[in-house]
């Protein structure tokens, strides 16, 4: 079997081209403590890549929103969403080596993005990193119904850019991230933040994993494409 030459990398945003997990893990917190109430790592796990409808949904249901403090999921999207876009605005956290590697990546292959965040803080940081000028396409959480893990968030912006996901592969550091690209039939780079590890099944799924953004190189890139022709050959009968 060839090697799948590779077309295309999709960046996730969170986590990936921004430290902002850490981010809305923090105001999260901020907003519970106010409330007489807490917000444990596996809640913040739960939310990671979701679009704003499941991460809110989520947090009325975990929290007990409606019966503590008859907010619904509208009411706690808007609390969460300016309490974020205000860390942003004074700060914001990008990620060591990552503005660097999407240029680079951006030299050979189509380079475009997936991102869970609502969409105006997604294009927000767009505008700050310069990045909407590198970009092909975007798809942000609010554009598709259901986020990740499903794959829709992906298979749309394949779409727009006119790539097969099978010559696509995405860049992720969550877990329900990597399963919206494996879902997708799309390459998988795994790119954990240090304060959020990935369960050994998750970067079982993966091609290739890095812990900095700096090691995404072109021929890494073009390396998951023998891999992936590899991984399909040896399932393949006699």
């Known amino acids: ?31 519970c403590a106010e409330n007489g109430m807490c917000w444990s790592a596996a809640d ?13 949904r989520i947090m009325v249901q975990r929290l007990q929103l409606r019966a503590r403090l008859g907010m619904d999921e509208a009411a706690i999207a808007r609390e969460i ?21 999407v240029q680079r990546v951006a030299t050979r292959y189509k380079v475009a993005l997936a991102s869970g965040s609502p969409n105006d803080i997604a294009a927000h940081v767009m505008r ?14 609010d554009d598709v119904a259901q986020g990740k893990p499903a794959p829709d968030i ?11 996901p099978q010559h696509a592969l ?22 954990p933040g240090p304060e959020f590890a990935l369960a050994d099944e998750l970067l079982a799924l993966a091609d290739g994993c890095i ?8 021929d890494m890139v073009r ?16």
């Open 1 to 31: 079997m060839p090697a799948i030459e590779m077309e295309a990398v999709v960046f996730d945003m969170d986590g990936v081209l921004i430290d902002s997990e850490v981010i809305w893990r923090q105001v999260r917190t901020e907003f």
């Open 44 to 56: 913040q796990e739960s939310t990671m890549g979701c679009n704003t409808a499941m991460w809110s």
């Open 81 to 101: 969403k300016a309490r974020l876009l205000s860390k942003y605005q004074a700060r914001l956290p990008e990620r060591e080596g990552a503005i660097a590697a």
């Open 128 to 141: 700050v990193t310069g990045l909407d000028r590198v970009f092909l396409a975007a798809t942000y959480g």
């Open 154 to 164: 992906y298979l749309d912006v394949l779409r727009k850019i006119g790539v097969a």
């Open 170 to 191: 995405g860049v992720e550091d969550s877990g329900n991230g990597i399963r919206s690209l494996h879902a997708a039939g799309m390459g998988i780079i795994a790119a």
């Open 211 to 218: 812990g900095s953004m700096s090691e995404l190189s072109l």
């Open 223 to 238: 390396d998951i494409g023998h891999r992936r022709a590899g991984r399909l050959r040896s399932r393949t009968p006699g």
